[in-house]
């Protein structure tokens, strides 16, 4: 079992920035994968960015490439997403995700077994 503990939300306004963390416990060390996903009021949980453990590759949806950074802190067993040049669209909650095979796409929800809670991400005009 894994246990995923986000933390870094906030309220920002437009054109500010957010360091978003994850910190995962327990069986770390079968994880592959790794995810950010945000889910907006009354949309769909959509895909931010994904990292591949092992290789430290990187995937992002076209919504946040150029302004957001993924990153991993191996040691600390901890994932960042960096946020810039936030825009009222990017509110919502996001969530950390986490899966053992890295297999298929990036941003399937349904590939993921561990998840965490969400930390609120909430950009004004």
């Known amino acids: 079992q894994v246990q995923l503990v986000e933390s870094g939300g906030g309220s920002v306004q437009a054109g500010g920035s957010l360091r978003l963390s994850c910190v995962a416990s327990?069986?770390?060390?079968?994880?592959?994968?790794m995810g950010w996903f945000r889910q907006a009021a009354g949309k769909e949980r959509e895909g931010v960015a994904a990292?591949?453990?092992?290789?430290?590759?990187?995937s992002y949806a076209d919504s946040v490439k150029g302004r957001s950074t993924i990153s991993q802190d191996n040691a600390k067993n901890t994932m960042y997403l960096q946020l810039n040049s936030l825009k009222p669209e990017d509110t919502a909650m996001y969530y950390c995700a986490a899966r053992v095979v890295c297999i298929g796409r990036w941003d399937a929800r349904s590939l993921y077994r561990y998840w965490g809670q969400g930390t609120q991400v909430t950009v004004s005009s």
């Open positions: 327990g069986s770390t060390s079968s994880i592959g994968c």
């Open positions: 990292i591949y453990t092992e290789a430290g590759s990187t």
